[in-house]
């Protein structure tokens, strides 16, 4: 069945139209553009060329499956507001994966090391967590920075680092960097959640992982206007 | 059909989710979920607290307006969504969340503006609207005079507020004498039991000169500091502040600017229709000021009932009807927001 992945937490916006049988997961079409400011411009005519080159209509679609950051707030509510609409007016199941995990899904089955996957939060922090073999997360998704995440590296015996903002503090994080992988992938989105797409589990409401609470003071009392 | 059209419109531009179902002229839903609340301890709109709050409430929403109008998506001849002016980030998630119903449903999209669709709201009311006509909108983000020739595209801005919008002076004036946000129904409240002419605040922008440089534009910032300077000696001199009366006179001060010049501006272009909206136009002193110069002036006043003069999405779907009808080709699938889009550009 079709499925359409969609992930805007990061500067870049990308789509996917992906095929999912019962042992495999195939990707039909997908788009992605680097914009950190672009994501409300971006996505829809996306989604509109994926479905067309998969030759498809949103009426064929089965599930939509969207990355729920962590990720800069104003872009990641595009995605979920967009994959919200798409999932009431088709009346299918949404999904939220958590976006770095799209990105941690180029950790190995076999593989038995520990990676590192960061994007950029952008205040000097980073968004991360920390995957080992089968793409599985070993950290809850925490914003920090640099130095903080350098500390996690060592102590968590991190030896390989993927990500957008891996690679801005490369020098920082002091761990090597993967050049692939620095966006999620819309397919490897789908791919996280294709048990789920399987077994048709209940859709999900897509809550943002914001990770940091609204910029906001409660206001001082009115300052004099008269002089004293 | 064609002349009736159906459309769904969707308000986030500020801190009200707002889905509205119109049909021609006809209003068959309005749903409306608000962040008020949130914002109260910071004493105005917080833009983050107010984004995150539409993302929660827009599905709901929309779910409850299709239901209350008894019309599925598929029923829909458009979608209309505000593109702007407004918050960044709160718009982006109305216009992220129209383009996803748009995709879906294979519906055209029309992205407009707030400003107009203030005015298109009094249609569902009084019918269609004699052009031209002029338009004073006011609210906690907007203060201006406009020229609407004609409603899907001819509209022009003949002044705006210089510094502070008047619901903004609300606000600032209820904190100062301890009453909640948002200030105006507090504010109007108080005032019922004040004399509007107990203490003469300034009427910015009316002297000869400002007059002459300034025919239609608006400043509240000045009331406002004058309200401030007023109760402050008040309070030093350890004398009690008689709240109604500043209220009322506050208001009057407000009230008789905005519907001065509106009506100064109705003779000046000759134009006979005065439609007041905005959530100041629930303002009571407000409403009774310009029925009575209009009456004088000899111009028919159209002030839709409060609940549509604040934001909603009714207003969005009238706009949007009324472009469909008007044959007003859609917006691309690749429309931005535009926390800035100028009053004339109706649709983006």
């Known amino acids: ?228 | 059909m064609p002349n009736e059209p159906l459309v769904l419109g969707i308000e986030t531009s500020c801190d009200e989710t707002g889905v509205g179902v119109v049909r021609g002229h006809t209003l068959l839903a309005d749903a409306l979920a608000s962040s008020v609340e949130e914002h109260a301890r910071f004493g105005g709109v917080v833009p983050e607290v107010a984004s995150r709050a539409h993302l929660a409430a827009i599905v709901p929403t929309i779910r409850r307006a299709l239901a209350q109008a008894g019309v599925t998506l598929a029923d829909l001849d458009a979608i209309a969504v505000t593109a702007g002016p407004g918050l960044a980030g709160a718009l982006l998630v109305g216009v992220a969340a129209a383009k996803g119903y748009a995709v879906a449903a294979d519906k055209p999209i029309y992205g407009v503006n707030h400003l107009a669709a203030h005015v298109a709201v009094d249609t569902l009311e009084h019918g269609p609207l004699p052009e031209p006509a002029l338009a004073l909108l006011v609210s906690g983000g907007h203060s201006s005079l406009l020229l609407v020739d004609d409603l899907a595209g001819g509209v022009s801005a003949l002044g705006s507020t210089i510094d502070d919008a008047a619901g903004e002076a609300f606000d600032k004036v209820a904190r100062l004498l301890g009453l909640p946000f948002p200030g105006g129904p507090p504010i109007d409240r108080a005032a019922r039991d004040g004399d509007p002419a107990a203490i003469a605040f300034p009427r910015g922008l009316t002297g000869s000169r400002d007059r002459a440089a300034h025919p239609y534009d608006f400043s509240f910032s000045g009331v406002k500091t004058a309200v401030a300077r007023w109760v402050e000696a008040r309070r030093r001199a350890g004398e009690p502040v008689p709240v109604p009366d500043v209220a009322a006179s506050f208001q009057e001060a407000v009230a008789d600017v905005l519907t001065a010049k509106a009506v100064a501006a109705c003779r000046a272009h000759g134009v006979s229709t005065l439609v007041i909206g905005g959530g100041v136009a629930a303002n009571s002193r407000l409403r009774w000021l310009a029925q009575r110069r209009c009456e004088a002036a000899g111009v028919t006043l159209r002030t839709p009932r409060p609940a549509l003069c604040t934001d909603n999405g009714a207003m969005v779907a009238a706009l949007g009807s009324y472009l469909v009808a008007a044959g007003a080709p859609p917006s691309r699938l690749d429309l931005p927001a535009d926390s800035a889009l100028p009053v004339t550009t109706v649709t983006v």
């Open chain 1, 1 to 228: 069945m079709l499925v359409l992945g969609l992930d805007t937490a990061t500067a870049s916006t990308t789509a996917a139209v992906v095929e999912v049988t019962a042992d495999r997961v195939v990707g039909r079409a997908e788009r992605s553009a680097v914009d950190p400011r672009g994501h409300a411009e971006l996505l829809a005519p996306q989604v509109a060329a994926v479905l067309a080159e998969a030759g498809a209509g949103p009426a064929d679609l089965r599930a939509v499956v969207a990355g729920t950051g962590p990720g800069p707030f104003t872009g990641l509510r595009v995605g979920l507001a967009t994959a919200a609409a798409i999932g009431q007016a088709l009346g299918i199941p949404t999904y939220g994966v958590c976006s770095l995990d799209a990105i941690g899904a180029h950790a190995d089955e076999h593989w038995n090391g520990r990676m590192l996957v960061a994007t950029d939060a952008r205040r000097g922090e980073l968004y991360w967590a920390v995957y080992t073999g089968g793409a599985v997360r070993v950290t809850e998704p925490a914003v920090s920075s640099p130095e903080v995440v350098a500390g996690e590296v060592v102590r968590l015996g991190v030896s390989v680092a993927m990500g957008e903002g891996a690679h801005r503090y490369a020098d920082r994080l002091r761990v090597g960097v993967r050049d692939e992988g620095r966006y999620p992938s819309a397919y490897a989105l789908v791919d996280v959640a294709a048990d789920r797409v399987r077994r048709a589990a209940p859709g999900e409401p897509l809550v943002p992982r914001y990770l940091r609470r609204p910029d906001a003071a409660a206001p001082r009392p009115p300052k004099p206007v008269l002089p004293r």
